[in-house]
């Protein structure tokens, strides 16, 4: 079992419509939480931290639960441009950086 | 956020020559930084982390002696590719941290070794 786990997708959905991704991880130990996304043939870029109190950042909703070792990622309204691969990054910390990425979820908008 | 540059951008070389790839943190300083390894359709994978003013730590099963680290400065860590061979072409993408432990990444670097 990978310590980070994410549906692959692709996720087809039509603008407008609201979508939600999961990232599951193993080490329950680790530390903190976070979505990047990455366009093809891109490098990844900062989403948003995830919170155990949950953050919102306009369109988009980050969630941690602890005790079920998962993160969430909602984007309300979508648009063209959010087609990309959202990736969960989970840091294990113990005395140093140590950052495990999951393998990604691919979302296509539609229009 | 922060920014992170890498060069080159795009390298193609020879098959048994050697390519450095240079990453620079540009408006903060790093005392450590990150190096990845992104194969198509695939994750990043973590290659080695790399500690200002002392030895890279590596991840199991990347080799040391072929992909050197070397992080001279809180501004700059670079790769270089010792003897490349067509396996290793992939896109390798540096990483630094900036402040509480968010991670700012490079806009990577394309190898294709012939």
């Known amino acids: 079992r990978k310590e980070v786990e994410q549906d692959p997708g692709p996720f087809n959905v039509p603008e407008g419509a609201t979508v939600a991704f999961n990232c599951t991880y193993s080490n329950s130990a680790s530390q903190s939480f976070f979505w990047y996304r990455q366009d093809c043939r891109k490098e990844p870029k900062l989403l948003m931290s995830v919170y155990s109190s949950g953050n919102e950042d ?7 639960n602890r005790a079920s070792q998962y993160i969430s990622l909602l984007i309300r309204d979508s648009k063209l441009s959010d087609s990309a691969t959202y990736l969960c990054v989970v840091n294990r910390g113990n005395y140093g950086q140590n950052f495990v990425f999951g393998p990604g979820t691919r979302l296509s908008v539609l229009p | 956020g922060a920014v992170v540059s890498q060069h080159p951008s795009r390298v193609i070389c020879k098959s048994g020559t050697s390519v450095k790839i240079e990453c620079r943190s540009l408006d903060f300083q790093a005392t450590t930084m990150f190096w990845y390894r ?6 990043l994978m973590l290659m080695a982390t790399s500690n200002e003013g002392s030895k890279a730590t590596y991840e199991q099963g990347v080799e040391k002696d072929k992909f050197l680290i070397n992080h001279a400065s809180l501004t700059l860590s670079t790769l270089t590719v010792t003897s490349a061979h067509p396996e290793d072409s992939s896109f390798y993408i540096c990483s630094a941290i900036e402040g509480s432990q968010t991670q700012y990444f490079g806009p990577g670097t394309r190898l294709l070794v012939l």
Do not use: C, I, M, N
């Not at chain 1, 306009?58 to 941690?64: E, K, N, S, Y």
């Not at chain 2, 992104?38 to 994750?43: A, D, I, Y």
């Open chain 1, 58 to 64: 306009g369109r988009f909703t980050a969630q941690l």
């Open chain 2, 38 to 43: 992104q194969f198509p359709k695939q994750s």
